[in-house]
T-cell receptor
Framework: AQKITQTQPGMFVQEKEAVTLDCTYD???????LFWYKQPSSGEMIFLIY??????QNATEGRYSLNFQKARKSANLVISASQLGDSAMYFC????????????FGSGTRLSIRP | GAVVSQHPSRVICKSGTSVKIECRSL??????MFWYRQFPKQSLMLMATSNEGSKATYEQGVEKDKFLINHASLTLSTLTVTSAHPEDSSFYIC?????????????????FGQGTRLTVV
């Protein structure tokens, strides 16, 4: 069975600083994908970044990068130059391609950016 | 990107009544859609996988007779909360995936609806 763990319930960061949100996962499958989603107070789920298990390079999308360490089974999200609008819940998620591709989520990290 | 539309965004209903929530993929075909439930300040918990033309696959602990899922077409899945009670009050959100690529190929983003906040009084 797969599992996603986010150990930081909440984080406070000064505006313009970089922040790393931790995520570890567990699966015995070799073929899987990792996601990060942002959920503002409105409730919508905003896709940020994706990393496939066979991707050799870390994914990057603008200010977001995913620090993928396969041997450690970690997929930390790095947000560079944080902005006030980054304040939200952040969820790490995983899909296993042999398991109907359902996506399971970690418990989330509430990120608050201080001006 | 692809759009998933979920309706209604908010609904208040009386105890004992049933509520239907719709999830539509607007510009792609989704053979599989997923339904999640989220309690305040908690994570998204997968309730069931909705498969077009066949029965939904429910996660352990989810009552299939309570949460009826119908996936009648490639663009529409519905979740009906039957005989709703106050404890069913929650945020329900659906997601759909456009394709199932081979491992490591491309971005396999799942698109989410806007969510439905259900309040049972």
């Amino acid at each position: 069975a797969q599992k996603i763990t986010q150990t930081q319930p909440g984080m406070f960061v000064q505006e313009k600083e970089a922040v790393t949100l931790d995520c570890t996962y567990d699966t015995s499958d070799q073929s899987y994908g990792l996601f990060w989603y942002k959920q503002p107070s409105s409730g919508e789920m905003i896709f940020l970044i994706y990393q496939g298990s066979y991707d050799e390079q870390n994914a990057t999308e603008g200010r977001y990068s995913l620090n993928f360490q396969k041997a450690r089974k970690s997929a930390n999200l790095v947000i560079s130059a944080s902005q006030l609008g980054d304040s939200a819940m952040y969820f790490c998620a995983m899909t296993v391609y042999s398991s109907a591709s359902k996506i399971i989520f970690g418990s989330g990290t509430r990120l608050s950016i201080r001006p | 990107g692809a759009v998933v539309s979920q309706h209604p965004s908010r609904v208040i209903c009386k105890s004992g009544t049933s509520v239907k929530i719709e999830c539509r993929s607007l510009d792609f075909q989704a053979t599989t859609m997923f339904w999640y439930r989220q309690f305040p300040k908690q994570s998204l918990m997968l309730m069931a996988t909705s498969n077009e033309g066949s029965k939904a696959t429910y996660e352990q602990g989810v009552e299939k007779d309570k949460f009826l899922i119908n996936h009648a077409s490639l663009t529409l899945s519905t979740l009906t909360v039957t005989s709703a009670h106050p404890e069913d009050s929650s945020f329900y959100i659906c997601s759909a995936r456009d394709s199932l690529p081979p491992a490591g190929v491309g971005n396999t983003e799942a698109f989410f609806g806007q969510g439905t906040r259900l309040t049972v009084v």
